[in-house]
C-alpha cells in the first residue's frame, strides 16, 4: 500500500522549498543597483560635465578678453604715442583696434552667455543630486531588508533540504520514483487533495468509486481521472 500521507508530506516540502528558491534568485536580482538609481547616476554625471564645460568656456573667454584688452591697450598706445605718423599706417592702426575691439565684444559676449547657462545647469544639478540622494537613501534602506530576508530564506533553505532528506527517506525507493515521476510530470504537484468529491489540482469532480477510494487506506492508489494526480483525502 502506498503511504499517501507520507506523500504528501514531501510534497508540501518541496513546494515551500521551491517557493523559497525563487525568492532568493528575486533578491539575488534585486540586490543590485536599482535601474532608476543607475539612470539618476548617469544623468548627474552627465550634468557635472556640461557645467565643467561651460565653466572652462566662461574662463577661456575671461582670458582671451584680457589678452585682447591688451593687444587694444598697445595697438592704441601706438596710434596715440605719435611715433607712427603716416597716415595709411594709422588708418591701418585704428582699423586694427577696432577689430580688436569688436572680437572683445564678441568674446564677451559668449562668456557672458556661457555664465548664465552654467547657473542655470548648476541650479539642475542641485536638484539631480538631492532626487540622487533621496532615491540611493531609500534604495540602501530596502537593501538593508532585502539582506535580512536573504539570510532569513538561505536558514529557510538548509533547513527545507534536511526536511526534504528524511521525508524523501520515510518513504520507500519505489514511492519516492513515483512521487518523483509524477510531480515531473504534473508540474510540481503529484497529489492532489479531494475534498467534496472534487480534485484540489484539477478542480473536476471524481466519480464517487475513486472518491471513497482515496478515502480507503486499504484501497490501491486512487487516481484522478482528469488530470491522473494521486487523490490525497487527507
Ligand atoms: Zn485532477
Redesign the pocket.
Known sequence: MADIAKMYELQKIDLTWEKVRRRLTQIKALLVESDELRALRQQTAATEAELHRLQTQQTNAELESASLASRITATEQRLMGGQVRNPKELESLQANVDALKRQRATVDGEGVEALVKAEEVNARLGQERTTLQQVEEKWRAGQSELTEEDAKMKRAYAQLKKQRENAAAALGAEQLKRYEDLRQRKAGVAI?VIQHNM??????Q?PTGIASAARNPEANVAL??????I?YAG
Open positions: 492532489a480534485c484540489g489540482a484539477c478542480h473536476v471524481v484522478c481521472p482528469s488530470c491522473g494526480r487523490l
